[in-house]
C-alpha cells in the first residue's frame, strides 16, 4: 500500500469567481510549476507547485462546451494526456503536448504549447490534428483510448487504456525524431515502433488500467492505474481504487502498489529526491461539483 497525502483542491480562477477543475486528467511538473488538463475543458490549468493559490487558465481550444452532463461528454475534447517534449528545432525550449484520448471522432485532436527556458507558456498554442497517427492504432485496437503520453529513452510513448471487457494496456512507442519532423509539418504521421501489453492486475475483482505516465531519468517509466467498473472506452463507472507501478527501461514491469486513498488517479509526475520517487497525482470524481485533488506520495526507488 502507498500512503498518499492530499496536498490542495484544484481551485482555479475564472472570468466570474472562484471555480476548480473536476475532471483532472493529465499532470506534468516543469520546476515550481504544474501544468494540468482536465478532460471535459478546453483549457489547461497553470499552479504554483507550493500554496494553494487558485490555478490560471490558458484556452488551447476555441469555444465553450455544453453544461448539461449529457451534451459536454459528447463534445469535449476529451484531454486525457498531457506529455512534457524536451527541446528540438521547432521548440528550442521544449513543449507541452494536450492530447486527445481518440475514443471517438472529435476527440483526435492535440494542442501543442511551446516554452520558455523559465518554463512558461511561450507564444500562440498550435492545434494538431491527430487523426493520421490514431487511424493505425483504431486499426488494432478496437477501443482507443489513449490516456498517457512521454518521451524516455528516444522514444514518443503512448499508453492505451483497457477496461473490463478489454483489459489490455498497451505501451505504444515512436521514434521521438521522427515525430518531432511530423509536429513541425514535414512528412507523414510515423508509424509506430513497437507495442508492448502490460497486465496490471485487479482491485476488488475490477481490472487495473492505464490512466497516465511519466518518463523516469535511466529510461524507465511511472504509470498510474485505476480500476474503473466499466466495459466502455466512453462510459464512466464506479472506481474501486488506484495504483502507481514503475517499469524498468528493459520494460520490466518492476512492482505496483495500490494507493491508501480511494479514488480515481488520472495523472502523474515525478521527480528523484534523496533515493526515491517523488510523485505528485491528480484526481477524477467524476462530479463537475467536486474539485479534484492534487496528492503526493514517496516510493523508495525499486531494484
Request: aromatic fraction near 6%.
Amino acid at each position: 500500500m502507498l500512503e498518499v497525502r492530499v496536498i490542495r483542491t484544484l481551485s482555479v480562477e475564472t472570468d466570474a469567481a472562484l471555480g476548480h477543475l473536476s475532471a483532472a486528467s493529465g499532470l506534468v511538473q516543469v520546476g515550481q510549476r504544474l501544468f494540468v488538463v482536465a478532460d471535459d475543458e478546453h483549457t489547461l490549468a497553470v499552479f504554483g507547485l507550493s500554496g494553494d493559490r487558485p490555478g490560471r487558465l490558458h484556452r488551447l481550444f476555441d469555444g465553450e462546451l455544453p453544461d448539461k452532463p449529457k451534451a459536454r461528454k459528447a463534445a469535449k475534447p476529451d484531454l486525457e494526456a498531457l506529455a512534457r517534449l524536451p527541446p528540438w528545432a521547432g521548440c528550442p525550449q521544449g513543449a507541452l503536448l494536450a492530447l486527445g484520448s481518440g475514443s471517438r471522432p472529435q476527440r483526435q485532436r492535440a494542442a501543442l504549447l511551446a516554452c520558455n527556458a523559465a518554463g512558461e507558456l511561450h507564444g500562440a498554442v498550435r492545434e494538431i490534428d491527430l487523426s493520421p497517427l490514431y487511424e493505425p492504432l483504431h486499426a488494432r485496437h478496437e477501443q482507443l483510448n489513449i490516456e498517457g503520453a512521454f518521451v524516455a529513452a528516444g522514444r514518443f510513448c503512448l499508453l492505451q487504456r483497457g477496461n473490463q471487457a478489454s483489459p489490455v494496456n498497451v505501451l505504444i512507442s515512436y521514434d521521438w525524431l521522427v515525430i518531432q519532423a511530423w509536429l513541425d509539418g514535414a512528412g507523414q504521421a510515423p508509424e509506430r515502433v513497437s507495442s508492448t501489453p502490460y497486465e496490471l492486475g485487479d482491485i476488488d475483482g475490477v481490472p487495473l488500467c492505464f490512466t497516465d505516465g511519466a518518463a523516469l531519468p535511466g529510461g524507465g517509466w511511472v504509470f498510474c492505474a485505476a480500476a474503473e467498473a466499466t466495459d466502455d472506452s466512453y462510459l464512466d463507472g464506479p472506481c474501486r481504487g488506484s495504483a502507481v507501478g514503475v517499469v524498468a527501461a528493459d520494460g520490466r514491469l518492476v512492482g505496483m502498489w495500490p494507493l491508501s486513498l480511494r479514488c480515481k488517479a488520472e495523472g502523474i509526475a515525478v521527480t528523484v529526491e534523496n533515493g526515491a520517487l517523488q510523485l505528485l497525482l491528480v484526481t477524477d470524481p467524476d462530479d463537475r461539483a467536486t474539485p479534484a485533488l492534487l496528492l503526493s506520495a514517496s516510493l523508495g526507488l525499486p531494484a
